[in-house]
């Protein structure tokens, strides 16, 4: 292959701990569902907040095992089985259930990015093309970065979640291009990391924490501990392949 094909063309994003802080991000979206199902349906809250909604999750999985990678799907069936298990009819649950989901997915979307991050995504967005690659359920028009990229890819698309092949795969089959000549970004060793250089893609990993990992069969080819440093750190990689 010449050196002109070895140039990376596509880069690939996970969204999660990588763009935002999920965890901060999650815990605000659940607060916001719990009060709006304090004043809709108190009784279901009480049962959403004890031991019997890891039950009915269990249940829920066991049930739908061809949509255990969609999160959006499984949220609002849990949420549908704790409100009917409150006493509601099924067809109010259902309403019930998608409006909770509803102020949940607001917040869920309401995310605040790391320093660097949008400013990254910009310089990206010129220089490659840009694809998100996430196991969550994050929507990038709602969460304001739609316009940066040129395809958005998630578990509930593929059927799988990182660290499978199948999720690295759909990045390059939608690109069109050859796996050497992606690379992707992402903050976990084994979703991130070790999955994309098992499908033959380049890897950055985003060490914010600086953490120090023991184990050397996830190593990426370059390390950032900020996202103000990635745009020149893959520039200089671009120049030593």
């Known amino acids: 292959m010449s050196t002109l094909n070895k140039k990376i063309k596509v880069v690939s994003l996970d969204l999660d701990n990588t763009l935002w802080d999920v965890e ?13 199902m304090q004043d809709k349906v108190p009784r279901a809250l009480a049962i959403y907040k004890s031991d019997a909604t890891a039950d009915i999750r269990s249940r829920v999985v066991a049930d739908n095992p061809t949509q255990i990678h969609d999160l959006t799907f499984l949220r609002k069936e849990v949420l549908f089985q704790v409100i009917k298990a409150s006493g509601v009819a099924s ?14 997915f607001k917040g869920r979307n309401n995310v605040v990015f790391f320093p660097g991050a949008l400013e990254m995504l910009e310089l990206l967005s010129h220089r490659y093309t840009v694809f998100s690659l996430t196991n969550g359920n994050a929507d990038v028009e709602q969460v304001g970065i739609a316009n940066f ?16 092949r199948e999720m690295f795969e759909a990045v390059i ?18 979703d991130d990391i070790e999955g994309a250089n ?12 600086k953490y120090t990992s023991a184990n ?7 390390e950032v501990t900020s996202l103000t440093a990635l745009p020149k750190a893959l520039e200089a990689y671009q120049l030593s392949l």
């Open 198 to 209: 098992n499908a033959g893609m380049h890897t950055i990993w985003v060490n914010m924490t």
């Open 173 to 190: 089959k939608k690109a069109g291009v050859n796996a050497d000549q992606c690379i992707h970004v992402g903050d976990h060793l084994t």
């Open 216 to 222: 050397n069969d996830s190593k990426a080819n370059i």
């Open 149 to 164: 990229l040129d395809g958005a890819v998630s578990s509930a698309d593929v059927g799988a979640s990182k660290p499978s």
């Open 24 to 36: 901060a991000t999650i815990i605000v979206a659940e607060k916001n569902m719990c009060l709006w």
């Open 91 to 104: 067809a109010q649950a259902r309403i019930f259930a998608k409006d909770a989901f509803a102020v949940f």
